[in-house]
């Protein structure tokens, strides 16, 4: 589970495993995980826990309070050296085994080679971690704005790296390796039904895996694309404004009008390789009519992550002029944005299912 878990996240989970055992607690959970952000290692989840005043000390007092209140219990500091823990052997909640699964396909959306301490936070907010939402919620951090905060602090870091994948060949390369994942299984469970001379009916082979596959997980890879994708362009904008001086509006405009265009024809072309190289999917492409579809919930989904950035912008001049007033209207429009992202993802995985079962009962016909 953790082989390709990078030094700084296994850290974070030794940390977890740590916190759990000063606070006496038979298993490590979400929770735990959640003070562990704050040490040394976790670098992108402290940084943006910091910035909405949540550090080691408060989150610490506010545990110390969920978890301790009912019991008898006392912490008592604990110190264990990280080379002596393994991680397979750590008694981790479900909650915490659903994060960590969570961490590892962030990673491969958002195109990264290791998992980080970054694809585990938001892989609690991503699911609305109930313990992890209880405790930022009584320190007064909006969860929904963390969640974008650490895609944008992901967004500024790789907008220097040359080697940051673009859209299509995140997609394919993750897929891909998701089907060879479970494809592996299956081969696992035939040679343990040969070895034991049992016989399993009705295994799917690779074509099919790949096509649940596809369909399970493309809407995520889409939805974190996209808001990824968005990030990094104000980032390049913002590089750019920092060696020219300021752009011209209608410029700035143009350009995230034509990366709008750019990412849904990416999407296309990212859908036909799946269909017409080694994967075959299916015997027929997806037509026009279903390329439209698509393609209008993906512009929808790029210029509701437009309107964010704007918003982010506007929101943090208020702050710091402190108008109060502006604030409050600013965080009211948060939360409607975050409402039509909500909406939005639901119907970027009923399309994609819909257009989908549409080509395959047009084949059946």
Known sequence: MFDKFSDAARAVLTEAYRVSLEFKSRETGTDHLLLAFTCAQAGVPGEALASMNVRADNLRKELERQLLASSSREIVPVRIEPSSVDLDRI???DSARVTIKRAGNLRLFFGHSRTEPEHLMLAALDLADEQVFKVLDELGAN????????????????????????????????????IGENVSVIEGLERLATASSTRIANLPGRGEVAHLVFISYLPDFLFTQLAYQRYLL??????????????????????????????????????????SN??????????????????????????????????????????????????????????EISHRFTKLRARLEDTIKQCFAKVQRSISA
């Not at 870091?157 to 891909?176: M, Y």
């Not at 700035?252 to 390789?273: D, F, H, L, M, P």
């Not at 702050?319 to 109060?324: A, E, K, N, T």
């Open 91 to 93: 008694p981790f909640t």
């Open 143 to 178: 969860t929904t704005y963390l969640y974008r905060l650490v895609v944008s602090m992901l967004a500024d870091r790789d907008a220097l790296n040359p080697n940051t994948p673009g859209l299509r060949k995140t997609i394919i390369e993750g897929l891909d390796e998701l």
């Open 234 to 275: 104000e980032e390049t904008l913002g590089l750019l404004r920092t060696r020219v001086g300021n752009l011209d509006s209608e410029f700035a405009a143009g350009t995230v009008s034509a990366a709008a265009q750019n990412v849904r024809s990416e999407v296309r072309a990212t859908i036909e390789y799946f269909w």
């Open 278 to 335: 080694e994967f075959k999917l299916l015997s027929k492409l997806p037509d026009e009519a279903d390329y439209d579809l698509i393609g209008s919930v993906i512009e929808d989904l790029w210029w509701t992550h437009s309107e964010e950035v704007a918003l982010n912008e506007v929101f943090d001049e208020a702050l710091d002029d402190h108008r109060r007033k502006q604030m409050l209207n600013l965080q009211k429009r948060r939360v």
